[in-house]
């Protein structure tokens, strides 16, 4: 296992070094990859003996197990790019992982939410917390998400410096270090301002009392500094609860496609909604397109000459 653990952190770091991989893609291929490596353990092999006929017996062994289209697809995907660069450094001869076709992926609709649900959760959030610094930052991380449709991981990373200045555009770093620009809505921009005197005052005590300021926009006591994504997403459910949102409806995430659902059916273009999301590939975003199926058909059926009852 240790020459195993070898060639994944390498070749993690190389992609981190050269491709600039986000970190939390880093990390599942880190995960997959140690879930392969274990697998080939178990029978007495390892990456560097692996053949093609071993990879394919693990990825049935992968379906066998229930996991999703896509996760088998991500973790081939894993395996493909650590036996790419294992032959381009010449640890192995050959890429016994080049002619594996994938699973395919399941055509999922995002889940997305009203604007009546998004205003509920806006407005329960303002009112969530113990302490009014609590209200008014679950308030504003709601506002910002919405207005913004950023990532989670992009939200909780941003830097306080984003935000300075009342700007109405900011940049955010996505996927891979690529940045953008997205804009603020006035809503987002009053919260935000709030929220900025009052982080500001939390940060002059903590200097008082020796401890360093945060440098993100919605610090958090963890190793990082920020506030986790997995907080984000217990808060986020228990605002729903209070809300009268079902839970099972909401995560952060559903309210990105709220933002590019809602940016939709206004009439934007689908070409801006990728640079606003951060798509690389606008067939990623040409997803929600699908969302708005069932609203074409009730305007077609209300509207058109042909679809009235004689």
């Known amino acids: 296992m240790a020459d195993m653990d070898r060639w994944i952190s390498t070749m993690l770091e190389a992609q981190a070094a050269e491709q600039g991989s986000a970190r939390n893609t880093l990390l599942a291929y880190g995960r997959d990859l140690k879930d392969f490596a274990g697998w080939l353990a178990h029978r007495d092999a390892d990456f560097a003996k692996a053949s093609q006929a071993e990879i394919e017996d693990y990825l049935i062994s992968c379906a066998a197990t229930g996991l999703s289209k896509a996760t088998r697809a991500r973790r081939l995907s894993a395996i493909r790019q ?22 395919g992926r399941d055509m999922r609709l995002p889940g997305s939410l009203d604007h009546a649900e998004v205003d509920a959760l806006i407005v329960a959030a303002k009112q969530f917390g113990r302490s009014a610094a609590d209200r008014t930052r679950n308030g504003t991380l709601l506002e910002v998400l919405y207005a913004t449709g950023m990532r989670v991981s992009e939200l909780v990373e ?3 410096q984003a935000v300075r200045g009342a700007p109405r555009m900011i940049l ?72 009268g949102v079902s839970p099972a409806k909401v995560t952060p995430h559903t309210l990105r496609h709220a933002f590019a659902t809602h940016l939709l059916a206004g009439g934007a273009d689908l070409r801006a909604i990728q640079m606003l999301l951060g798509h690389a590939d606008i067939a990623t975003t040409e997803i929600y397109t699908h969302v708005l199926d069932e609203h074409l058909k009730a305007l077609v059926l209300e509207h058109h000459p042909l679809a009235k009852n004689p």
């Open 82 to 103: 650590l036996y790419r660069f294992a032959h381009e450094e010449g640890w192995r001869a050959d890429n016994p992982a080049l002619r594996l076709k994938g699973p």
């Open 158 to 160: 941003l830097p306080v």
């Open 172 to 243: 955010v770093r996505g996927k891979g270090g690529k940045e953008r620009m997205v804009p603020l809505s006035p809503p987002a921009m009053l919260v935000l301002s709030d929220w900025l005197v009052l982080r500001d005052k939390m940060d002059d005590l903590s200097r008082m009392s020796g401890q360093p300021a945060s440098k993100y926009l919605f610090p958090g006591p963890g190793a990082a500094g920020h506030l986790s994504r997995q907080h984000f997403y217990v808060l986020i459910k228990s605002i729903a609860m209070a809300g």
